[in-house]
């Protein structure tokens, strides 16, 4: 037995008494890849530690929100701080106001914008949002975007879902999902038949303006125009889901790389630094319809966590230099460009964008959805399990992306490669 392997079979055991599968979020569950989930007791840098205290070098980074690492010294720094003076004020906080300037001022387009505590209650108020601002009930989402848990999004919806017997979820009543179309992304010759015929019913095009929930898959060019000439000439309102592409591609997030400005944008992750935070926001005109301004209700007791709030500030603070991200970058294209040799002739394709990237058990291009069911889950199941017995933590699914952080250093992902390719010549 490895070292460790009674702890992890302990709170492994007491764990599924307790919770569905054992896990609270389904992402973190072995589905996709076999086996049970791993038990970690702490995280430093790129690193997470094991029950035993094993080192594991981390590609997860708590899927996409430590771009600096865990544990970055001015984030505890500040938690602790904040603590001592409140963990929830219920009440407006400077640090609330500090956070959201930082935000404005990489995404212009968010002259105005609410706190929420996940993502996923910023797509849903989002919708919301543009219901009522475009008076229609017609949502367009894309297959394999994954937009949080909302009953209406979940229609061929992207991460955790692509594990589960069906395209969305049971107990998710008809009325709920009849307003929604998914189409296929990339697609841009589908979205203007539907568009010619059912444009003006459309209250909003939502998508992840780089999917990353069904592997990564960057947006061909010409596609995500297409969305913004579209939605512009229908009267439809553009929603940009930069949950994970906010803050990680760049200040400024994929509206910045692409240059394409989105009417609403929802962020999280990154923003909160670890804590719950997430937020949506857009221009003045639209944003003032929300409650207590306008007539759209939305709420949260725990929006604005000043702890969130004091975190996610030391964190944007830090990628506000542009050598944060310059560095990222330069780390990461050195690392591709050695996977690239790895993999060039085995059964593997890799996607890849500034910190984010895929390893597809499909060596051929993946530009949607069915190109990425096209992929060997069995050959990714023993390419996951042969790399977790080298101590290197990748995501338990090859619909999710790796994330690579500022503390991943240029010889760990050196060494990560050698891995990667004795992996992929061995099983
Ligand atoms: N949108 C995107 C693009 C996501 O990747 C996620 C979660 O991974 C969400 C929304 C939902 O965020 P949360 O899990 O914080 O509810």
Known sequence: MPPGADKQAQALAQAKELFPGGVNSPVRSFAAVGGNPLFFKKAQGAYLFDLSGKPYLDLVQSWGVH???HGNKKVVKAIQSQCKLSCSL????IQENKLAELIKDAFPSMEMMRFVSSGTEATMSAIRL?????????????????????DSLL??????????????????????IQNTVSLPYNDSEAL???????GTQVAAVIVEPVAANMGLILPVHGFLQCLRGLCTAHGSLLIFDEVITGFRLAWGGAQAVFGIVPDITCLGKIIGAGLPAACYGGSKQLMTL???????YQAGTLSGNPLAMAAGYQVLKQLKNPETYQQLAE???AFYQKLDRAIDKTRFGLAQCQSLFTIFANPRPVNNLSDALASDSLLFGRFFHALLAKAVYFPPSQFEACFIGNRHSAKALDRLAQSIQKTMELI
Do not use: M, T, W
């Open 192 to 198: 203007k038949r539907f568009f010619l015929e059912k």
């Open 67 to 69: 771009i600096l690492g």
């Open 290 to 296: 929300i409650a207590p301004l306008g007539p759209v």
């Open 331 to 333: 780390k990461s294209a």
């Open 90 to 93: 219920g009440s407006p906080s």
């Open 155 to 176: 229609v061929k919806a992207g991460s955790g879902v692509l594990n589960q017997v069906s395209s969305a979820s049971s107990g998710i009543v008809q009325d709920q």
């Open 130 to 150: 543009a219901r009522a601002a475009s008076n229609r009930q017609l949502i367009v989402k894309f297959d394999g975007c994954y937009h949080g848990h909302v």
